[in-house]
């Protein structure tokens, strides 16, 4: 659970923050960068990479296949299959992290990229996401029974904790720290919102001040 809270709510914040694209995309040789642009910007053949942009970009889309992909990954049968095949696994770390990249850069500027929500937007889409992901929490933490068949067949077990115990960790853990880096995006898109009203809102205020003196 604390690998894949990493890859989803840690790193993927943490590097759209930083905003590395320029500097991938000047690894490439000059003359290299001239032909890519240029077909993705006139080949017809970029046609479905532009409409895969397109569709991707849409923050529900983006919520949809974060939370739902984090949702799916529990499925026990999942889970399962994941911990018995290492390439599968391997692979689903590779897509936690790139729909975290997607998932944050709807909401969170990454220049030269800009986000596609406002603060009002942003709000939204981290509160929905943070429920999402707690309600998931609190069902791993509510079931009474261990699901996840190669942790229950672990000997000697981690720590001296029951099958259950640190599947109700591993919710505990889902729940929060997990959820804190949503909790933080949440309120600065809260803080936003108030200053972008209170900026609104300003401009409103000012005759009626000025009438009354």
């Known amino acids: 659970m604390l690998q894949h809270m990493l890859l989803q709510m840690v790193a993927p914040p943490l590097i759209v923050l930083g905003a590395p694209w320029m500097a991938f995309w000047r690894v490439l040789p000059l003359p290299t960068r001239r032909r890519l642009a240029g077909w993705l910007a006139h080949s017809t053949g970029a046609s479905p990479l532009h ?27 999942i889970f399962d299959f994941a911990l018995r095949h290492s390439a599968f696994h391997e692979a689903e770390h590779v897509v936690f992290l790139g729909l975290g990249l997607l998932f944050w850069s709807r909401a969170i500027d990454s220049p030269p990229f ?10 939204a889409f981290f509160l929905t996401a943070i429920l999402a992901e707690s309600l998931l929490a609190l069902v791993i933490m509510g079931l009474r029974a261990p699901v996840y068949a190669p ?18 960790l ?6 929060e720290p997990a959820s804190l880096p949503l909790l933080i995006a ?5 803080k936003r919102w108030v200053e972008l009203q209170a900026a609104v809102r300003g401009p409103e205020l ?7 003196a």
């Not at 895969?52 to 939370?67: D, K």
């Not at 949440?186 to 809260?190: G, S, T």
């Not at 000012?206 to 009354?212: D, I, L, M, Q, Y």
């Open 51 to 77: 409409w895969a942009a397109r569709l991707l970009g849409l923050p529900v889309v983006a919520w949809v296949l974060f939370l739902g992909t984090i949702a799916v990954s529990h499925v026990p049968l």
């Open 151 to 168: 942790y229950a067949a672990l000997a000697p077990r981690p720590e001296g904790l029951s099958a259950l115990a640190d599947q109700q």
């Open 170 to 175: 591993g919710g505990t853990m889902m729940l």
């Open 206 to 212: 000012a005759p009626r001040e000025t009438s009354r």
């Open 186 to 190: 949440l309120l600065w898109a809260l």
């Open 114 to 123: 800009r986000a596609r929500l406002g603060p009002a937007g942003a709000f």
